[in-house]
Structures are given as C-alpha cells and as structure tokens.
C-alpha cells in the first residue's frame, strides 16, 4: 500500500510441519564379547565344527530394543507444528537521500501434544535445574504457544547526493528456522516407545548370537523397569538472535565500486 512517502507491506504466512522420526538404537542387537575367539564360537563360525554347542556359550553382554506398541509397531517418533506468522513494514523516503526502513514480525509456533504419555512419570514431583522441588513432567506435552517478536529498523543514505557514498545499516531480531530436533527429543525418551533386553554374564545363555534378532521380541512386549526422560519446560522458547550490521559503499574511479 502506497501513500505519500510510505510504502507499507503487510503479510501474512502459515506453515504445517510434520516428521516422523525412527530413532531406534539397538534394535538390531548389541553383542558384547571378551575376545574374538569368543565371538567366533558364539557366531556362525562355530557351527561349522559340530563338536562345540554354540547355545551353551555365554559372552559378556547383549542387549536389545524392541518395539512396545500394539503389534511391534515401529516406534516412530512423530512431531506435528503449526507455524503462523504475521508481518508489517513501512518504507519511508524521508527524502530523495535517506530511506528509512522498519517492521514487525510476530510468530507463534503451535505443538501438536504426542498423546504418549508416560504415568510413571508424569504427576511427580522434580527438581527444577534452580533446585526448587515441586516441578511437574508431562511427557505427553510439548511446550505451550508462544508470541515471538522479531522488530527491526534499517536505513539507506545516499551521503554525496549523487549515488556514489552510500551509508546504510540495520538491526532487528531474527528467530530462523527452528531447531524442531530439540523438542523432538522428548517424544523419543518418554519410555513408552521402546522395550529394553540388558543381560550379562550367564544371562546371555538365553540370547545365542544370531542375525534374527527378532526372535527375542516378548509375545507381550514390556516397557523397561528404567528409561531416559527428555522433557521440554512448558515454557520453553525457541531462541532468537540480535544482528547488527553498517556498511559503506564507495564508487571509485574507472568503473570500481568498494564495499565495507
């Protein structure tokens, strides 16, 4: 929209975010040995002498993830965003020399909740990272809306009048592309995707080394007696940054320019 000396620009945009993220470590079995002649005897390399009994040999470790879910469903870690943003500018030609520039931009980011709550966990009272007792998990949730304000101002002078001195500079506060992958991580370690196997020593009789690791899955697959917790504050934002820059433009003689 145009009048007078202005130049506003006024705008609008919405982005719809999903991914679906298969962090599963190991689901294909981690096997743990003392030495290598070990590992022979306990691999197929032992059955190739039919007097060693590779089912009777332990090794150190094993263990193994499985899926939790309802018919070992892949234990996809799905995030779901709504991004909308609304943005405003005026450019003012204070002049023929000086332009003066500023706006808003305001962004709110929208988290769809995972509905993979966890009641052992959630309810219980914490320790907040400031010492204070009394803080709340909910593993289910991802944080709450929020406004993030973004003004900047800049400005353009044509200092000689004739296009050949150009001074201009700027500052704001820019959000950019926000690190989904931060709050992704509390759908991931909230102890209900996964089953966890963890033996050792003789334990490890009841694993025989094999490539079909899937034969260890329970018929009623459990969830693990202890698990890793990542949880996002409710009143988690995502950071922003303030940038500042001045320059000059300086044509030279013979058709150089000098930018600094």
């Known amino acids: 929209m145009y009048k007078n000396k202005h130049t506003y620009t006024f705008g609008a945009n919405f982005e719809q975010y999903k991914s679906d ?8 079995g981690v096997y743990v040995f003392d030495s290598l002649a070990q590992f022979y005897a306990a691999s197929d390399f032992g059955l190739l002498n039919p007097n060693v009994d590779t089912s009777a040999i332990r090794y150190n470790r094993f263990q193994y993830r499985y899926s939790a879910l309802e018919g070992a469903e892949a234990p996809l870690q799905t995030l779901k965003v709504n991004k909308f943003d609304l943005y405003a500018q005026d450019e003012f030609q204070i002049n023929k020399r000086f332009k003066l520039t500023y706006g808003i931009r305001a962004g709110i980011i929208s988290f769809d909740d995972t ?3 966890n009641p052992t966990v959630d309810g219980q009272d914490y320790t907040d990272g400031n010492g204070n007792r009394g803080y709340k998990v909910q593993t289910g949730k991802l944080p709450d809306p929020k406004v993030l304000w973004e003004p900047r101002a800049g400005f353009n002078w044509d200092a000689l009048g004739n296009k050949k001195l150009q001074i201009r500079g700027g500052t704001g506060i820019f959000t950019g592309r ?3 992958v931060w709050v992704s991580n509390t759908i991931g370690n ?10 050792s020593g003789a334990g490890t009789l009841q694993h025989k080394f094999t490539p079909q690791t899937n034969v260890f899955i329970p018929d009623t697959p459990t ?13 988690y934002r995502f950071p922003q940054v303030w940038k500042n820059n001045l320059g000059i433009d300086h044509k030279l003689p013979y058709g150089l320019d000098c930018f600094c």
Not at 193 to 198: C, P, R, S, V, Y
Request: hydrophobic content about 45%.
């Open 21 to 28: 993220n298969l962090f599963f470590p190991a689901s294909n």
């Open 115 to 117: 509905g993979l709550a």
């Open 190 to 199: 909230n102890g209900v995707l996964t089953g966890f196997i963890d033996v």
């Open 223 to 235: 969830l693990p007696s202890t698990f890793d917790i990542a949880a996002t504050d409710d009143a």
């Open 178 to 180: 926000p690190p989904y």
